[in-house]
């Protein structure tokens, strides 16, 4: 191993323990070492130093530079005096010298990097080594030679020297010794900042747990209340399916049944024409038959009022003008018992509904008004103007500007039970024979298809009040000429009418009908055959069809077909049930025609001169 003398310091006298102190803190700054190492160095030298002298003798202190890796500091401390006899004893703590030199060695041993020791009768050597700050060797000749000088020119004898150094070793200690207490305060500022934090968090635990608590102690009601909302739901839904049901049900058999009663009404009719005089007891007759086929037409078309399935033609009008023009029919159809009070809203807001089923709607409300007040009573009919808010809607109710009809009785009222199923169809809580039980659910189906709602409110011994709510028009009301009270015109010369319908005995009734009042008439039984005579050369004025037909085409297209080949060719449907084949959103489309089964004599007439009156030759 390389080693390079630095300097050797002669051991006399404590003077030269101190010298050599000096020595090793110069050296250990000129060689880059932390002020620390440089204490750490000094001390160990002198501790070792003063052991030494205490034995007499002389010695010394020998300063050299290990070159080769790892580069580092070695002091060698000989003395000459006894030696050691149990060195092993010393270097294991086990023993102390009176002299101290136990002390010496432990504090010099953890100072260091290494210590090595060896002791003999004429002497001891003391070996410590201090690895230097770097690993490269950073000891240039030139500084060898300027670290001799400095430490030859220096006084090995003055006092003072070690003083300074003590002094400097002090103020260096008090300097950590600050700067460790100043650490302290930082870490006990956020020991107490923690501490807050954890008071803070308990007590949002704390909150937690009574939040928890309280939801604990309300779960029981929170259940209970998620049970009924969710059989309220499900019996939401039944009811829409059973509505549903009752609906595709009633249109099913609508369209036949309308068909068989337009061959009964017909055929009735057609013998009350033919009757002649002195036959009242067959009058008769036919007249009860033709009541009971009526009544059984209003049946069906209130089912398909309540089903939603009926086609509307909606117009502008005015509810109050409405109102005042039944009161006459009210008044008779309720009876003397019955007063009637109207309280009508001023500059009340036009609504856009089918006038006649409002009429029915109205009607039918009163006719059950009255039912409920068996002794007599006053019904009042009430309209006003409001507005339904964001936070009224519901899942039936859209936010909006509504007009509303009430027709409030002083009744009996109803139970929560009988509220409940007021609006199932066939429900009733009159006598046998004295209802249908649909009354109000034609009413109800009438005001959704109009896009409305209705609302029923009543208890036990204080009357009922059903009001309608029908959505306000934002357009002009348009006043309608009366309608002619004389007798329709018949066929003009040459007029010719094409009747497509599959039901053979309607389709004879109607061809029968519109024969009586002087037209032409060309019969088919499906689209196809229809569309034959579409495509020839016949003079055509109007289109008699129905819209459901058997086979692969249906009213609709056979009109439209019709239209393509002969512009401006009239279009009049019939129909039981129209299903969506002429309707957008359940009402008639714009410049469609419509005569619902069953039909008269005179509704044939009529509506016919209606759709052909003042039309041109329209042949192929």
Not at 72 to 77: K, M, P
Not at 535 to 544: A, C, E, G, N
Request: a negative charge; proline letters at 3%; aromatic letters at 4%.
């Amino acid at each position: 191993m390389s080693v390079l003398p630095i300097l050797s310091v002669a051991l006399i006298q404590e003077a030269d323990v101190i010298a050599a102190r000096q020595r090793a803190r110069q050296i250990a700054q000129l060689l880059g070492f932390e002020a620390q190492d440089q204490t750490r160095i000094a001390t160990a030298v002198s501790e070792i130093a003063r052991n030494a002298g205490m034995y007499g003798g002389g010695g010394r202190v020998e300063f050299a530079l290990q070159k080769l890796a790892p580069a580092a500091l070695r002091i060698v401390i000989r003395d000459k005096g006894p030696g050691i006899a149990d060195l092993a004893a010393i270097l294991e703590g086990r023993f102390k010298s009176a002299t101290g030199m136990g002390v010496g060695i432990s504090g010099a041993r953890r100072l260091m990097d290494r210590f090595d020791m060896e002791s003999a009768t004429g002497g001891t050597t003391v070996t410590l080594t201090k690895l230097l700050p770097t690993a490269a060797w950073p000891v240039s000749p030139a500084l060898l030679r300027g670290i001799g000088d400095t430490l030859a020119a220096t006084g090995a004898n003055d006092p003072l020297l070690e003083v300074r150094t003590q002094n400097q070793e002090l103020l260096e200690s008090l300097a950590a010794l600050k700067a460790k207490q100043e650490e302290s305060e930082r870490l006990n500022a956020e020991l107490e900042t923690t501490n807050r934090g954890v008071v803070a968090l308990y007590a949002e635990l704390d909150e937690k747990a009574a939040q928890l608590s309280a939801l604990n102690t309300s779960l029981e009601d929170r259940v209970a209340a998620a049970v009924t909302e969710c059989q309220l739901a499900n019996d939401a839904l039944r009811q829409s399916q059973k509505m549903e049901a009752v609906g595709q049900l009633t249109g099913g058999v609508a369209h036949d049944f309308n068909n068989l009663l337009q061959i009964v009404v017909g055929n009735l009719e057609m013998v009350a024409r033919r009757l002649g005089p002195g036959e009242d007891r067959v009058r008769r007759g036919v007249e009860n038959a033709m009541s009971g086929a009526q009544r059984a037409a209003t049946l069906t078309q209130r089912l398909l009022a309540f089903s939603r399935r009926q086609p509307l033609a909606p117009k502008p009008l005015d509810p109050n003008s409405l109102v005042d023009g039944m009161s006459d029919l009210m008044q008779r159809t309720l009876g003397e018992t019955i007063t009637i009070h109207t309280k009508l809203a001023h500059d009340l807001w036009i609504v856009e509904a089918d006038a006649n089923q409002l009429e029915n709607a109205l009607l039918n409300l009163a006719v059950n008004g009255r039912d409920a007040m068996a002794d007599g009573g006053t019904l009042t009919i009430t309209t006003a103007n409001g507005v339904v808010g964001e936070s009224d809607a519901d899942e039936e109710t859209f936010p909006g500007q509504y007009v509303s009809l009430a027709v409030c009785d002083s009744g009996t009222g109803m139970s929560e039970d009988t509220m409940a199923r007021v609006f199932e169809p066939f429900f009733t809580t009159k006598e046998v024979g004295k209802g249908t039980g649909l009354g109000l659910s034609m009413v109800y189906g009438f005001v959704k298809q109009s896009g409305g709602h209705l609302r029923i409110d009543s208890s036990l011994g204080r009357g009922t009040t059903v009001t309608l709510y029908l959505p306000r028009f934002r357009g002009q009301l348009v006043r309608e000429a009366g309608a002619s009270k004389t007798p329709a015109e018949k066929a003009r010369a040459g007029e010719t009418i094409l009747v497509v319908e599959d039901d053979l005995d309607v389709r004879a009734y109607s061809c029968e009908v519109l024969r009586e009042l002087g037209y032409r008439v060309l019969e088919a039984g499906d689209g196809m055959s229809a569309v034959e005579y579409l495509d020839s050369t016949h003079r055509i004025d109007l289109l008699f069809t129905d819209v459901v037909l058997a086979g692969m085409m249906n009213g609709r297209e056979v009109s439209d077909h019709a239209r393509a080949k002969r512009p401006g060719l009239p279009v009049l449907f019939t129909s039981g049930y129209a299903r969506d084949a002429i309707t957008a959103n359940q009402r008639l489309e714009a410049g469609v025609e419509l005569l619902a089964k069953p039909f008269s004599y005179a509704d044939v007439a009529t509506k016919v001169r209606a759709c052909l009156g003042g039309a041109p030759d329209h042949s192929a």
